[in-house]
């Protein structure tokens, strides 16, 4: 297993250098210059000329490409923000477990929602109640995030005033004692949370309603009811327990896209989260802030991807993977 991940991480290397060269030149070619934000009518040409090659843009894309990637590999040096001249990665590092705490619950809420829904959704299979479940999924798997955290947002905070709808804690949070912080924490966190984890719950129970009708129909199923087995045994000890295995699969590549939907989500609550960042970036043309935030997009793609197969092959002794080969 471990000369299988070694391997996977290896391969994934040169995924990770054009993603992230491509992403380099793209944002340098694209329209607008990042010194614009420091000028006014009243420069001379000159004063211009001094930022550009302070920001070492003065130099041809080649050389600025070449420059940045050898900071990067051998100092992990992303360069300095634009905006408020700190280093690109610290700026990142601040932002990232915001992020990750939002996509971490909202994948834990959304996993249990689907296979709570998917679940029951197999056991009523063909009835009433299984088409109700799915037309609920289906209606939250077209909304899109942002109308949902609109929605959610106009509802339970202006109009019923009932959870906060901005920032990630209160402004007397520092007041508070451990566990009120925690729930201040929390109470800012649901709306997020809800928003994220009811668009990608649908994706979830309707795979675990697929894999869980497939299960109960299998012979060994049969079987198990036959010989006497109680209901509840069969469809979580032998039912549930296969159908969760083609789940795996799906998690570790899902984490990625959860990961670029809290982005939708933290502009919305205004969330101090990568989300801000990268659109705060974006619109400044924020360079070394872009890149740093790219190469930790391109990086959760290439973990999860690693994780789902590895959790696979844990999960399910019939894989054999590195040893077989």
Known sequence: MLAYSIRRLITALPTLFFGVSLTFFIIRLAPGDPTDRFLTPSMSPKIKAAITEKFG??????????TWAKNVIMNFDFGKSFANGREASQVILDALPYTLLLSSLSLLFGVLLGLISGVYSALKAGTRTDRAITSILLFFYSVPSFWLGLILLGIFSIELNWLPGSQISSIFHDRLSFFGKIGDYASHLILPVLTLGLTTAP??????????????NSDFIVSARARGLSERKVVFNYGLRNALL?????????????????????????????????VDAALGRDYPVIMAASVVAFIAVIIGNLLADIGYAVADPRVRIGDSS
């Open 203 to 216: 994706v979830y129970g309707r795979f675990v309603r697929s894999s869980m009708v497939e299960v109960l």
């Open 246 to 278: 083609p789940l795996i699969s799906i998690l570790g590549t899902s984490f990625p896209a959860l990961f670029s939907g809290a982005v939708i989500v933290e502009v919305i609550y205004s969330l101090p989260g990568m989300g801000r960042v990268m």
């Open 57 to 66: 843009l003065n130099e041809p894309l080649p050389v600025q490409y070449m």
